[in-house]
């Protein structure tokens, strides 16, 4: 299976911080990466898709970037609610595979 | 709108067994590739299985394979996971989601609520 390496396990940051979060694969993925943002109790909500596509309704301060096996996303701006855990995925082959989640705590 | 709404979770002694259940509705269920994903307690996410719309691909997690059954009835919009030899390690809060292609890409766009699982004796 893919190893999907994400870091920081968690970060520290104030609104209007910019913040970026890495996802390293075992293997050449492609773009078959997607982002999603988790809060607690809540469902998982897809931000980014083939690694840089803007989901619909998603604020363009979400950004992602990245092929191969290095990943990056991009939050340009904190916002309050941005504070949540934000998990990898890759989607290039089975089985799908998730980084270890990066926890975005207010400063 | 598009919905999922999970089921059937609850409280089942280890070695037990559990189905559960995903009602879909805001699209055609028909047309999709279905999945179910799972988080443990304070941990992160993991996927557990996939459905291709007609049933003709089915892909599971080594972890589950061989005690869990995914299926779907596209005629009542549903998906299920039948989960058989339950373990403590099974014990998670269990998420259906859609799965959707942009061209080449892949997203998991929609995601019901979850139902809880618990493994105890």
């Known amino acids: 299976a893919i190893q999907m390496t994400q870091s920081p396990s968690s970060l520290s940051a104030s609104v209007g911080d910019r913040v970026t979060i890495t996802c390293r694969a075992s293997q050449d993925i492609r773009n078959d990466l997607g982002w999603y943002q988790q809060k607690p109790g809540r469902a998982p909500k897809l931000l980014i898709y083939g690694t840089s596509s803007l989901q619909s309704g998603v604020p363009s301060r979400f950004s992602g970037s990245g092929s191969g096996t290095d990943f990056t996303l991009t939050i340009s701006s904190l916002q309050p609610e941005d504070f949540a855990t934000y998990y990898c995925l890759q989607d290039f082959n089975y089985p799908w595979t998730f980084g270890q989640g990066t926890k975005v705590e207010i400063k | 709108e598009v919905q999922l709404v999970e089921s059937g979770g609850g409280l089942v002694k280890p070695g037990g067994s559990l189905r559960l259940s995903c009602a879909a509705s805001g699209f055609t269920f028909s047309s999709y590739t279905m999945n179910w994903f799972r988080q443990a307690p304070g941990k992160g996410l993991e996927w557990v299985s996939s459905i291709i719309s007609d049933s003709s691909h089915i892909y599971y997690a080594d972890s589950v394979k061989g005690r869990f059954t995914i299926s779907r009835d596209n005629a009542k919009n549903s998906l299920f996971l039948q989960m058989n030899s339950l373990r403590a390690e099974d014990m998670a809060v269990y998420y259906c989601?859609?799965?959707?292609?942009?061209?080449?890409?892949?997203?998991?766009?929609?995601w019901g609520q979850g139902t809880r699982v618990t493994v105890s004796s």
């Open positions: 989601a859609r799965e959707t292609r942009s061209g080449w890409d892949r997203a998991f766009d929609y």
